[in-house]
Structures are given as structure tokens and as C-alpha cells.
């Protein structure tokens, strides 16, 4: 849990005779960006030295990390089992610190544009292999927003996805600072609708209509637009909180005013505000859009009354895009 194996700590702290507390002592230490069990002063020395021998101090083991000019990081690791995990630390000029973390290794979806869409699936990721992600940058420096957009589909490991955002708030994240993207996996939706925790929700919506939207994200025939937006539009209803369209701009597919304006007939401005993300290129055969062209889309959603804004690009030069590393050294 540290994010140590928790099962493997609760079992090591039983069999050593542990008071109960211990592990709640153990975890906390790390939430604070503890480096390791010797820097745990309240516990026993002989316990430190002992689950420092018999207790790895992360599921995951750091295999590359690389520093954008711009101050991204972003670190590629490996869990036990050899899975290949990225993780991306964004600093903002505000003083936000965002992680962006995987919910699985691999993805079962197949999103032409996407990096980790081209790799093979490997497995939900569990709630210790999440924090791990997020622990590995709390040892940097403290953290205050998450988002789940790295590797996977969140919506598609959603028990262990809540499980690890339930231990945020410890490391200085919020709920209500953590994001939930999602291709529009719609029992997922409805499941964070019922959840008792204000996660935000954001939804990867790429193109206005369906013929397109499924020619890009094939989950689109499973799950086509209209039933995702009316879970959406329930999510609003019964949280009161905005849902984040992400749209990502691929030239000559998705980015002609036409589209922008189908766009802004799709969505209710009370419940939607749009983020018009500059793509970064995978070598999966699509071109960003001009900077020119997303501003022509952006000013057609606003003279609709849609809020939107222009994703800010962080870490292009260390290949940041989501399963870019991971696709490399797989
Ligand atoms: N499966 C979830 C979360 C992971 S992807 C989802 O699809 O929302 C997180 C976001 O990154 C999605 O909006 C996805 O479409 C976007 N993305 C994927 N590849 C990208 C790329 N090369 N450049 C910019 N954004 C990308």
C-alpha cells in the first residue's frame, strides 16, 4: 500500500504481531512522499528493517523517466509482472501540479488516433499500481490535481480506479480535483453517477456524429452518441457538476466549422464546457490541426454560447501523448 502490495503488508504487520494501527501509519507516511520504510521515525527500527526486507516499497519499479523543457515529467514503469505503466506529472505556471495516471496497461479499445489504442491490451491495473504512479510524484514534490487519462479506459476498472481515489485526498488531491476520462463507457458513467464521490467527469467525444465518431472510436457502435450524452446529462442532473467535453483536433477528419457547428447542436452550454486539445502526433497516421483552424472552431462554439478552451500542450519534446512511451518500448 505504501503504495506497497497492501495485502502483502497487512499479512507481514499480522504475522509480526503489529498493532493495528501500523498500516494506517505506514500508508500515511507515504502519502506524505516518504522515500522509503527508514524514513518511518515512529515505527519500531527492528519493523522497518523488516518490511523494508519483505515488503517492496512500490508495486511498480521506475524504468525510464524523461524532463520536458517545459518542467513535464513523465515516467515509464514496470509492474511485477512486467506490464509497462506511464505516468505523466504536468506543472502548470499557476503553481497546479496535475498527475496523469493509467488505469490499465494496454487498452481493449481501439481509438485509431490513439498510441495506446495501437498496443496490445495487458490488464486493469490495480488501486496500489495506481497510487504507485501518483506516490512516485509526491516523492518530487507535492501534487494537488489528477486526472485519469493516461493509459486505458478508467471506466473499465472503475472498482480499483475508486478504490485508489478514495487514498487521494491523503496525498493533497481532492476528489473534487480529480478528473475521470472516458470514451463514453456508459455502465461506468452511470456507476460514478451513483458513486459518493464528487469525481469530475470528462468525456473524449472527438467527433459530432456518429458515422465519424465510430470510424475513430469503434466504442462508438457499442455505446453511440445519443445514450452516452443522455448519461451525461444525467451525471449533470444528479451532481450539479459540468461535464468536460475533451476534442481532439485532427485535421481534414474532425476540424471544419461545419463540424463546429453540429457540435455546439449537440451540446446543452449548462451542462458542457469543451476542451479543444492540439493533438500530438503518434505516427498513427493523423495531422494536429493548425493552430488557425482550432481557433476558427473555437470562435464558432463560442458564437453558440459553449464554452470552450485550448488544451495547453505540455511535454511534446519527451513524447507525453498518451502511450507514446510505453507503445516505444514495448
Ligand atoms: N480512455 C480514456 C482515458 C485515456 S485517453 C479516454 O479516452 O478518455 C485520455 C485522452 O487523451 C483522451 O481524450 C484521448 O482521446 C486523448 N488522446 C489520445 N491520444 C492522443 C494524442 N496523440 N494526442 C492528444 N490527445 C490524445
Request: charged residues 10%.
Given at each position: 500500500m505504501a503504495h506497497v502490495d497492501l495485502r502483502l503488508l497487512d499479512e507481514t504487520l499480522n504475522a509480526t504481531g503489529q498493532p493495528a494501527f501500523r498500516a494506517r501509519q505506514v500508508w500515511r507516511w507515504a502519502a506524505r512522499?516518504?522515500?522509503?520504510?527508514?524514513?518511518?521515525?515512529?515505527?519500531p527500527a527492528g519493523l522497518r528493517d523488516r518490511l523494508a526486507a519483505e515488503?517492496?516499497?512500490?508495486?511498480l519499479a521506475l524504468e525510464r523517466e524523461a524532463r520536458s523543457a517545459d518542467g513535464t515529467v513523465k515516467a515509464l514503469f514496470r509492474t511485477g509482472d512486467g506490464r509497462a505503466v506511464e505516468a505523466v506529472l504536468m506543472r502548470y505556471r499557476d503553481g497546479r501540479r496535475s498527475v496523469c495516471v493509467s488505469s490499465?496497461?494496454?487498452?481493449?479499445?481501439?481509438?485509431?488516433?490513439?498510441a495506446t489504442g495501437t498496443m496490445k491490451f495487458g490488464r486493469n491495473l490495480t488501486a496500489s499500481e495506481i497510487l504507485d504512479q501518483v506516490l512516485h510524484f509526491r516523492r518530487i514534490e507535492p501534487v494537488d490535481h489528477l486526472v485519469?487519462?493516461?493509459?486505458?479506459?478508467?471506466m473499465m476498472n472503475l472498482d480499483h480506479v475508486l478504490d485508489a481515489s478514495r487514498r487521494l485526498p491523503e496525498v493533497g488531491i481532492t476528489h473534487r480535483r480529480t478528473g475521470i476520462s472516458t470514451v463514453g463507457w456508459v455502465p461506468g458513467i452511470r456507476r460514478l453517477t451513483e458513486s459518493d464521490l464528487p469525481i469530475r467527469l470528462a468525456l473524449s467525444?472527438?467527433?459530432?456524429?456518429d458515422a465519424l465518431r465510430t470510424q475513430i472510436m469503434p466504442v462508438n457502435d457499442r455505446y453511440p452518441l445519443e445514450e452516452v450524452l443522455a448519461a451525461c446529462a444525467e451525471h449533470y442532473e444528479r451532481r450539479r457538476r459540468q461535464v468536460f467535453v475533451e476534442y481532439l483536433m485532427l485535421a481534414g477528419v474532425n476540424d471544419a466549422p461545419p463540424q463546429a457547428r453540429r457540435l455546439a447542436e449537440l451540446l446543452d452550454p449548462r451542462i458542457y464546457k469543451v476542451n479543444l486539445i492540439p493533438y500530438n502526433p503518434t505516427g498513427t497516421g493523423y495531422e494536429g490541426s493548425s493552430r488557425a483552424a482550432i481557433a476558427t472552431f473555437r470562435a464558432v462554439l463560442e458564437e453558440h454560447g459553449l464554452r470552450a478552451t485550448v488544451r495547453l500542450t505540455c511535454g511534446q519534446d519527451i513524447d507525453a501523448a498518451c502511450g507514446q512511451l510505453a507503445a516505444r518500448a514495448a
Open positions: 512522499g516518504a522515500t522509503g520504510y527508514e524514513a518511518m521515525t515512529d515505527l515488503v517492496p516499497f512500490s508495486s490499465q496497461s494496454g487498452c481493449p479499445l481501439t481509438c485509431t488516433f490513439c485519469f487519462m493516461g493509459m486505458g479506459e478508467p467525444l472527438h467527433a459530432p456524429e
